[in-house]
């Protein structure tokens, strides 16, 4: 038993070391480049197939990209109208963590709570991953889109 949470908690260690890794200015740029460029990319394909897909004229097609683009812009200012007010929600929500955290402590004696954090952080990193492979794209994001109609029955 007592390997296992030895085992449990090196990992769940080992993992968090490895995730926290930090990037130069640099690469921080470079990453943020390519993650553009591969947005701009994406837009690109989804405005052709659908040019594709519903035999759109140029005049509509230059009619959409406009609409995509201020529908951009919005959500832009938007995500920067409530980026203080997510702010405070985060530091709300270490802050109550870390009262569950003592709370947690002054209730479960030692050995149990550093179990229950390995548990707690064997989750989190469950979690972590399964976020990155849904950013990864490993699954479909949307249906394909449907250009036939059926007949009613």
Do not use: C
């Amino acid at each position: 038993m007592k390997k296992l949470i030895l085992s449990i908690a090196l990992v769940g260690f080992g993992s968090l070391a490895m995730a926290q890794q930090t990037y130069t200015p640099e690469q921080k740029e470079a990453k943020r480049a390519e993650m553009q460029q591969k947005m701009q990319q994406r837009e690109k394909d989804h405005l052709d197939k659908m040019q594709k897909d519903l035999n759109l004229s140029k005049d509509q097609v230059v009619k959409v990209q406009e609409l995509h683009d201020k529908r951009k812009a919005e959500r832009k200012a938007e995500f920067e109208k409530n980026k203080d007010m997510r702010m405070a929600k985060m530091k709300e929500m270490k802050d109550r963590r870390a009262q569950m955290d003592n709370e947690m402590k002054s209730i479960l004696n030692p050995e149990q709570y550093k179990k229950w954090e390995a548990d707690r952080n064997a989750k989190m990193e469950q979690r972590k991953m399964a976020m990155k492979d849904r950013k990864k794209g490993d699954r479909p994001h949307h249906k394909p889109m449907q250009t036939a109609v059926e007949p009613a029955k």
